[in-house]
């Protein structure tokens, strides 16, 4: 006679207990894998991670400020992520013209230009896609030219010393940084921020300049004005320096383009002049043939010594933003906020209207708006930004 065994009690009790934590974990999985975003760069899967405070439909936090960005990553704009390839499909990204695609993906150079009355005209200025102009000790100014590519410019200089302001403007395009010399704060933001600088005065990386003081035809330059690049140096030696020379594949450029960006309520602006210091004031004449602005620089036209040319520029900006004395600098240096946020003009088609401009850090770039929190759109071309003073005079005729 057969008897049945007892059921164990035990054992169904413990296949009950895995089944509960084979469910629970399932679950867990479920949440992390919602959060899991699959992205594609340049054909290749990417995972990532999305935080769990921010938006998934805008990427941007629950408390962002109407039109005013809340992400401080390269390229984000105040609405929306761009579409990785807008920015690289045969478009110059700093200027909207047509450009060859082998150059779209480059880092810029960005060069330290003189301006001084003695060191002008300068050379290589009218191809480069935009030019920064800033304050330096004495009330004078020096220019920022970033190059989406100058592998072709016969000569750019005259190349002079940065500050921690020229540092930060460059590090916010991912730029490679050139300068003659730095100053104490220059040097301390660059080691701060790992930026890759070529530096004629020290470093191992100084074969790509050379002093030509035969830069201005007919006129010899002073030693101290006479330290350039060319694009034949440019292409002999700035690839084997061992730098990451292109853009990461999710960087992102924050400059819209359209066919005709003259503001449409704009005031009249067909001359603006915009006044740094008691020293220097730069204007702006409209040239309707040309379809921009003429620049003069110290009540002299400024023109390219390459090509004897005068820079013709779609798009002028002017930024706010506080400027001070450095303490104790003996020197008499001056610091310019880069960062924060700021009042501005933007200048286009003889007109201009107000604008908004933010920056979230040192290592970001440059966000502009209306007033309103629209992002503005440039004009197809070269762009003029000049930083000044908060308090400094601007008038337009």
Not at 59 to 83: A, C, F, I, R, V
Not at 145 to 167: K, N, P
Not at 317 to 335: A, H, K, Q, W, Y
Request: charged letters at 20%; a negative charge; proline letters at 7%.
């Amino acid at each position: 006679m057969n008897r049945r065994r007892p059921k164990r009690k035990g054992k169904n009790g413990l296949k009950i207990l895995l089944l509960v934590l084979v469910t629970i974990l399932i679950g867990i999985v479920a949440l992390i894998i919602r959060d899991v975003v699959v992205t594609r760069e340049g054909g290749d899967p990417i995972l990532s991670i999305r935080p769990p405070f921010l938006d998934p439909g805008t990427g941007s936090s629950p408390d962002s400020s109407p039109g005013l960005p809340s992400d401080s990553s390269p390229g984000s704009t105040p609405d929306s992520t761009p579409d990785p390839d807008r920015n690289f499909d045969g478009i110059n990204p700093l200027t909207g013209l047509p450009m060859d695609e082998r150059f779209t993906r480059n880092r810029p150079l960005a060069v330290v230009i003189n301006c001084m009355p003695e060191a002008l005209p300068a050379n290589g200025i009218s191809e480069a896609d935009i030019l920064y102009e800033y304050l330096v000790e004495g009330g004078w100014t020096r220019m920022l030219a970033i190059f989406q590519d100058a592998s072709h410019v016969e000569l750019i200089g005259s190349i002079r010393s940065a500050r921690h302001y020229t540092v930060q403007i460059a590090q916010g395009h991912d730029a490679i940084l050139i300068c003659a010399g730095r100053s104490p704060q220059a040097q301390a933001e660059m080691t701060s921020l790992g930026i890759t600088v070529l530096n004629e005065v020290e470093g191992p990386h100084r074969d790509i300049f050379f002093r030509d003081r035969n830069r201005v035809p007919g006129n010899r330059v002073g030693l101290l004005h006479s330290v350039v690049i060319s694009g034949e140096r440019i292409r002999q030696f700035l690839p084997g320096y061992g730098f990451r020379l292109e853009h990461p594949s999710d960087y992102r450029h924050t400059f819209n383009f359209i066919e005709d960006g003259t503001p449409q309520r704009g005031e009249e602006a067909t001359e603006v002049a915009v006044r740094f210091s008691g020293a220097k004031t730069t204007t702006f004449i409209y040239n309707v043939a040309a379809g921009g602005y003429h620049v003069r620089q110290s009540n002299t036209d400024f023109i390219d010594a390459n090509n004897n040319s005068r820079p013709v520029f779609t798009n002028v900006l002017v930024l706010r933003t506080s400027v001070s004395d450095i303490p104790d600098d003996t020197s008499g240096r001056v610091n310019v906020e880069t960062t924060g946020r700021g009042m501005g003009h933007f200048i286009n088609g003889g007109k201009a209207t107000e604008i908004n401009w933010i920056r979230t850090d040192v290592s970001s770039p440059f966000i502009f708006t209306l007033l309103d929190g629209t992002p503005l759109d440039f004009g197809i071309g070269k762009t003029y930004i000049c930083i000044i003073p908060t308090n400094a005079r601007v008038t337009f005729e």
